[in-house]
């Protein structure tokens, strides 16, 4: 068990420190460090997956001179080693010295000064202060009879002395290295060990280290993509930032392709607005229904905004209602009774006796002076009603005016509060501070107190310090949640460090009652008055920061009304009747019933805007913003529905001090770019911006990729930006797809990795482009196509390794590169037919050609070689050429026939694309055996410690 624990890896830095101070020396530290750096999950993992880049191949190279020599250069002149050279010198010249002592005396030191320092204690503790004082004296005094007679006694009982006092600086020097040497050990690991071991390690992994793929399990952002807390700066959201600053209301239209970010940008703008939230708009052209939720989602959130609970509409009978509110009341009563009225009897009780006394000693005084203020206000109000003071009367007449004045601002009582809330905690503090303090006076206590031993004192004082700081540590612990698991238990520290306060609290008090110096102080007569007025004194503190709940505000109340008059159907019904009491009578009923009405589309409107309107002014005064959010627009269907519900709901839109953000597809941003050519539409009166929210690049691909995962390098997140175009959503699925490969396939090689993935994708594309082939019509000259798309997804679900790809290939490069072909396609295939055979042969193409460059071993290298043929050897180009293929397969295409040229692939639809990776790389189902080849381990370079050499 205790093994598991320490193991555990939040616990390894512990370890680590522990392990520095207890072997200080400097190999020691150089050994701790190496070995932290090789077990972190980081490194550890890179480790044993490719031949000659095992942990041992590590840990000797690290211990060679070269390296060794690299790390100390890295962290040349670093301040924590000249502290640790000196805390190493300092206690080397201590040691010697107390060495040198004990070698002078024939007599065992540490059992002399033992003796010494135990018989000293059992004085102390027996006999007091006084007699180890006299005892210090006696020694002292023979020491010096010994020393005047020159005896051998002397000799030796000085160097036992010289050595054991010695022996205290060699323990503070020890403390003072072990603790440099933990500071020295954090600097060589982190700025000399991690860095020369990262660049060894790339070394000894050979070509491509950025190609091994070994997951950690850190991805929890991916399994979550909608989770919160993972949004990363982009472009596009800066470039919202500069309008929103520069704008003090309006309306920005937010377009893009589908799943290029845009929900996640109108959520996050949301989040930091002082006031937002994001509606989402129906899929069905319903603006009515939409502004009715809108206008719901208002309220709510406004009142949510206020700290005010949203009303929950009845659904049971008000008897029901009644018993349920009785019951929730009923029980808080109960469990607020089961504390407070047992503490308020144990309370009374303890100072009945102290009440009781103070009531005896101060009745008469404070009868005497309650009477004279009666008396005094009697005589007053008497001279006032009698007229026998005049001005007294103008300024009671002035007082009730200006009373009644203030009802609408009640300064009066709101300054008094003030008064209170400023003084009131003033006030009880020093009431507390003062009952404590009249212990200090009294001369009864401060007679006991000098009963008290030292030791009792020392006890007190350590108990009552372990008390304070598990009471502290505790309530630390519980904010931060800090726990520990061990086996199925989960330990909190929160409840640990209170149970340990409970038991040094408990303690400290039998010690305290045991002892008969302390009872004496406790039975003190006078103690339970200064306790209750400690008490009162913390009460009244308490009471000074209660504030009374203000009123609710008149937009709650409205937003409340708003709700109701939305979502119920009120009706009122009236019956009035009449009789009389005789046995034959006349008598008569009438009933009048009145019923809501729903508000239509115009007063609908209205109302919104006008209570976004008062929203909104109310929080400008207190310079917050309003943002609304309106996502899932594109999803409407056309550009034309999209323009038709922005023409709807434009009349809601342009309220002042509000910010309106809208998601619109593609088609309404370019209506909107155009200005008015040739002619203008709803999108010039309703949109008074716009932002472009363009596709991820790699890099920022990278960074959203290292945000939600651990795991993935840079090639990992090429595969997925250039598979996903750079669209967010796609980015994320493309990620775990990998993770999932990785799990499936067990293989770390990003080459592997990369064949499963485009190949699955391949296939699944190409079976749903069969499937709208098969709704065209077709004849016997024409199915020519449709069977070698056929042929090649059989080819695809068979295809289990790169051993049997020989069939694939052929295939593969046939149907890639059909529109190409000198075979033209036949003039009889419809034109829709045509339109998705050369679609999915340009995405074939740009498969093939993804292929040929993720698969193929030198990825770095024929990167380097690419970026130098030109612009379109860039990485970037191949994110842009699977978005091109949603707009045109012939510029795609044209687009990727240059990405082959820059990246120097063949044309030719026969070329071998598996045979160079085959002959490089091992099969992860057969091994290494089947192409007869194990790569070499790579020769140790001292010159790669520097982590800048990447290649």
């Known amino acids: 068990m205790l093994w598991t624990l320490l193991n555990k890896p939040w616990l390894a830095p512990v370890v680590q420190k522990v392990q520095l101070f207890r072997s200080p020396s400097r190999d020691e530290v150089y050994e701790r460090c190496v070995e932290a750096a090789v077990d972190a999950p980081p490194r550890a993992h890179k480790l044993g997956i490719r031949p ?16 060794r020599a690299a790390v100390y250069t890295k962290v040349d002149g ?96 020890r403390v003072e290295l072990g603790y440099r040497a933990v500071l020295w050990g954090e600097t060589l690991h982190d700025d000399g060990v991690v860095p020369v071991m990262d660049a060894m390690i790339r070394n000894l992994l050979g070509d491509d280290p950025d190609s091994l793929f070994v997951p950690q399990g850190t991805s929890t952002g991916l399994r979550a993509p909608r989770a919160p807390g993972f949004a990363i700066p ?114 009374v009780l303890g100072v009945s006796s102290a009440a009781r006394s103070l009531y005896d000693q101060y009745k008469n005084s404070a009868t005497h002076t309650a009477d004279t203020a009666v008396h005094a206000v009697h005589a007053w109000l008497r001279e006032v009603w009698n007229g026998d003071a005049v001005v007294t009367s103008v300024l009671v007449i002035v007082a009730g005016i200006a009373w009644w004045l203030s009802r609408h601002d009640p300064w009066i009582p709101r300054s008094l509060g003030r008064l209170w809330s400023r003084l009131g905690a003033k006030l009880g503090i020093l009431l507390a501070l003062a009952s404590l303090g009249s212990a200090f006076f009294d001369p009864q206590i401060r007679q006991l107190a000098q009963h008290v031993h030292l030791s009792t004192i020392l006890v007190t004082a350590l108990l009552a310090g372990g008390w304070f700081y598990s009471w502290t540590a505790s309530n630390l612990a519980q904010s931060r949640a800090t726990h520990m698991e061990i086996g199925y238990w989960t330990i909190y520290a929160s409840d640990a460090f209170r149970l340990l306060a409970a038991g040094l609290g408990t303690y400290l008090v039998y010690i305290l009652v045991r002892t008969p110096s302390t009872y004496a102080l406790l039975a003190d007569t006078d103690n339970p008055s200064r306790l209750a007025g400690m008490v009162a004194g913390a009460l009244l503190a308490r009471a000074a920061g209660w504030k009374p709940r203000p009123a609710k505000p008149h937009l709650v109340t409205r937003c409340e009304n708003h709700l109701y008059r939305l979502q119920t159907i009120q009706t009122t019904t009236n019956t009035l009747s009449n009789g009389t009491a005789q046995i034959m009578s006349l008598g008569g009923s009438h009933a009048t019933s009145i019923s809501t009405v729903p508000p239509n589309f115009p007063a609908l409107v209205e109302e919104f805007r006008d209570l976004l309107t008062e929203i909104a002014d109310t929080l400008a005064r207190r310079k917050k913003r309003v943002l609304i959010g309106i996502d899932e627009v594109d999803r409407l269907g056309s550009d034309a529905q999209a323009l038709a519900f922005l023409a709807e709901i434009k009349a809601i839109l342009g309220v002042r ?83 999932e490969i990785q799990v499936k396939t067990r293989t770390h090689e990003l080459a592997h990795i990369a064949r499963e993935l485009i190949l699955e994708e391949l296939s699944e594309t190409l079976a749903g482009f069969r499937t709208l082939l098969g709704k065209q019509q077709w004849t016997h000259d024409t199915s020519g196509i449709l069977s070698d798309l056929r042929t090649l997804c059989g080819h695809l679900k068979t295809s289990q390794c790169e051993c049997t790809d020989g069939p694939l290939r052929q295939a593969l490069g046939e149907f890639a590169h059909q529109p190409a072909d000198a075979r033209p396609l036949s003039a009889d295939i419809a034109d829709g037919a045509r339109q998705l055979i050369e679609e999915a042969a340009a995405y074939s193409y740009f498969s093939l050609t993804l292929l040929e460059i993720l698969t193929a071993p030198g990825l770095d290298r024929r990167t380097e070689e690419a970026k130098a043929e030109g612009p379109y050897g860039a990485l970037e180009r191949l994110a842009e050429a699977r978005l091109e293929l949603t707009i045109s397969p012939h510029s795609a295409r044209t687009l990727i026939t240059r990405i082959r040229k820059a990246w120097s692939l063949n044309d030719s639809p026969t070329i071998d694309i598996f045979g160079p990776v085959l002959r490089r790389w091992s099969c992860p189902l057969h091994g290494s055996d089947s192409f007869g080849r194990r790569r070499t381990r790579p020769s140790r370079d001292p010159r790669l410690a520097d982590p800048s050499d990447r290649h």
């Open 52 to 67: 000659g880049a095992s942990r041992r191949h590590v840990f000797n190279d690290m211990h060679t001179p070269e390296y």
């Open 657 to 739: 001090h509000v910010y309106y953000l809208i998601s619109v597809a593609e088609d309404v941003g370019a209506a909107f770019v155009r200005r008015g050519l040739p002619h203008r539409d709803v999108t010039d009166s309703s949109l008074d911006d716009i932002i472009h929210v363009e596709a991820c690049t790699l890099k920022e691909a990278k960074t959203i990729l290292d945000r939600r995962s651990q795991d993935h390098t840079v090639h990992t997140a090429l595969l997925a930006h250039s598979l996903s175009g750079g669209l967010l959503r796609d980015l994320l699925r493309y990620g775990l797809q990998i993770e």
């Open 234 to 347: 982009t472009e596009a959201m800066e470039q919202l930032q500069r309008k929103l600053s520069h704008l003090d209301e309006g309306t920005i239209a937010v377009c893009g392709p589908r799943g290029v970010g845009k929900s996640t940008l109108l959520e996050n703008a949301a989040d930091q607005a002082d006031f937002g939230f994001v509606a989402q708009a129906p899929a069905t052209y319903a603006p009515h229904d939409f502004l009715i939720s809108l206008s719901v989602r208002l309220c709510q959130k406004y009142m949510d905004y206020e700290n005010y609970p949203v009303p929950e509409f009845a659904r049971l009978s008000p008897f029901h209602r009644l018993l349920q509110s009785t019951r929730r009341r009923l029980t808080a009563l109960v469990r607020w009774s089961s504390f407070a009225l047992p503490a308020g009897a144990l309370l």
């Open 78 to 173: 670093a301040l924590q080693k000249t502290a640790y050279d000196k805390a190493a010198v300092g206690f080397e010249r201590v040691r010697a010295r107390q060495q040198a002592a004990a070698d002078q005396t024939e007599w065992p030191w540490k059992v002399v000064c033992s003796v010494l320092l135990g018989a000293g204690f059992i004085v102390l503790t027996t006999w007091g202060v006084l007699a180890l004082l006299i005892a210090l004296i006696s020694g002292s005094l023979l020491t010096f009879i010994l020393f005047w007679s020159g005896t051998a006694v002397w000799f030796n009982l000085r160097y036992c002395l010289i050595a054991g006092s010695l022996a205290i600086s060699r323990v503070g020097a």
